[in-house]
């Protein structure tokens, strides 16, 4: 049964909640593609909500691609194939279980192809504001540490301003994306033992490359801190994952 948001979680409303545990069924397994969900006022009875926070909830999935509606119909679980898998709730889901490697793998290669691109653009065109803002968000990863919902927030806004700073309008709106799946994987690596190597050098490395305008110098470094960060999670890159950027 859905848990309804207590006195203590007034930022998360009912239809949310809702959205959110059903959201991870979907994603984990519980429903399959193809499954139809019971009637809307059997489904509102069951969870003890009104119809209206159920309608919600069920748009709320349906706008990710999880969830079809159809006259007749009724409700069901869409291929995983529609799913909005860069949707920053969507992310969220998934890690709320154990998702599977080739997924985590799959995420690291998107980032590999988006993010030393990224970072060469932006060597060319980052704003000094820019720079100092990923310099700031350096600085409170090293004090605050990866292991802090602090130090997380500022890796996520280094590689979110990193993005932006490329100045390429659609890529730049990836950020949010790649932030969720910063954050994501970030938290991932921690579950089983401490982080097995500081990662602040290796951004260092990226962000002193960007500050004197290097970019392939940039491209490189960025690939190889990814390279790290999917070893760290002993999940050695097989040849289709292979982060490095060719000569």
Do not use: C
Request: proline residues 7%; aromatic residues 6%.
């Amino acid at each position: 049964m859905t848990k309804v948001p207590s006195r203590d979680e007034p930022s998360l409303r009912i239809h949310q909640a809702v959205a959110r545990d059903l959201g991870i069924a979907i994603v984990s397994g519980r429903y399959q593609p193809g499954d139809s969900f019971i009637g809307e006022i059997e489904y509102a009875e069951q969870l003890q909500i009104s119809r209206t926070a159920y309608r919600e909830a069920i748009r709320i999935l349906a706008a990710k691609g999880l969830l079809e509606s159809r006259p007749k119909a009724g409700t069901r679980v869409t291929p995983r194939s529609r799913w909005n898998l860069l949707d920053p709730d969507i992310l969220a889901w998934m890690f709320a279980g154990e998702p599977d490697e080739a997924f985590i793998r799959d995420l690291f290669e998107l980032r590999g192809i988006i993010e030393p691109a990224a970072a060469a653009l932006a060597a060319e065109r980052r704003s000094d504001a820019e720079l100092d803002a990923m310099g700031t968000a350096l600085d409170a990863m090293q004090r605050l540490g990866l292991a802090t919902e602090e130090g997380r927030a500022a890796d996520q806004k280094f590689h979110r301003v990193l993005l932006q700073a490329s100045h390429n309008e659609p890529l730049a709106t990836l950020a949010s994306s790649v932030g969720a799946a910063v954050e994501w994987t970030t938290r991932f690596k921690q579950r089983r033992r401490p982080l097995p190597r500081d990662p602040v050098p290796a951004h260092k490395a990226v962000y002193q490359a960007i500050a004197r305008r290097q970019p392939k110098v940039a491209q490189l470094r960025m690939a190889e801190s990814l390279r790290m960060a999917i070893e760290d999670m002993d999940m050695v890159p097989n040849q289709r994952h292979n982060l490095l950027p060719g000569p």
